[in-house]
């Protein structure tokens, strides 16, 4: 008969931080209290879920308004600058809803005017 050393062991609990997702109103409203020009980066925070180094490291070329997609293709450090997704699922595709897709238009219209 074998014994078993880990018969005995409690495992800690799984402890994971509580995501708050606002609703359309509550993101509504917190982006309409911001200066017109952070909103772009708010809304796409809101709506695409990215991490913040993603969002640090978009640029124009990553957005593709026609077909409603934000190419997810880099990240950012504040050590190391711009760095290359950690893993082949952090290199997507995320999908832009129509509310996002207004504030980005126009902001580029903004930024190229």
Known sequence: ?????????EKPAVRSKVRIVASPKEVSTRLSALDPADR????????????RGELIGLRWEDVDLATGVIHVRRG???????IAPKSRQGRRDVPVP???????????MNSTG
């Open 40 to 51: 772009p980066f708010w809304a796409t925070a809101f709506y695409t879920g990215l991490r």
């Open 98 to 108: 129509a509310v996002l897709r207004d504030y980005l238009l126009e902001c580029r």
């Open 1 to 9: 008969m074998t014994n078993n050393p880990t018969l005995r062991i």
């Open 76 to 82: 950012w450090d504040a050590v190391e600058g711009e």
